[in-house]
Nanobody, 119 residues
Framework: QLQLVESGGGLVQPGGSLRLSCAAS????????IGWFRQAPGKGREGVLC????????NYAESVKGRFTISRDNAKNTVYLQMNGLKPEDTAVYYC????????????WGKGTLVTVSS
């Protein structure tokens, strides 16, 4: 069964950092674009960052520019979202997705991991 599993979420104070991980089972990530999306309480879903199979990143959200980075470790079949300088408005459920391109629809979705930024 093809699955994406996110981990690394939790409670962090404003200004802090977290690293989210997205691990795949049942398939290898290296031929897929991997995107991170998020959904804040009471709001719609928005794209955050995406990394292509060749390693190029696409920033979907202006609000995270300079604070969040995406990377992939194909040997570990894992993609990471490094989040620095976290703000309360970054509070959301973060979802890992996989698709053929960062500019197309994502085919596979994880169940999400909750990030809460609060003092």
């Amino acid at each position: 069964q093809l699955q994406l599993v996110e981990s690394g979420g939790g409670l962090v104070q404003p200004g802090g950092s977290l690293r989210l991980s997205c691990a795949a089972s049942g398939f290898t990530l290296d031929s897929y674009a991997i995107g991170w999306f998020r959904q804040a309480p009471g709001k719609g879903r928005e794209g955050v960052l995406c990394i292509s199979s060749s390693g190029d990143s696409t920033n979907y959200a202006e609000s995270v520019k300079g604070r969040f980075t995406i990377s992939r470790d194909n040997a570990k079949n894992t993609v990471y979202l490094q989040m620095n300088g976290l703000k309360p408005e970054d509070t959301a459920v973060y979802y890992c997705t996989a698709g053929l391109s960062c500019h197309g629809g994502m085919r596979y979705w994880g169940k999400g991991t909750l990030v809460t930024v609060s003092s």
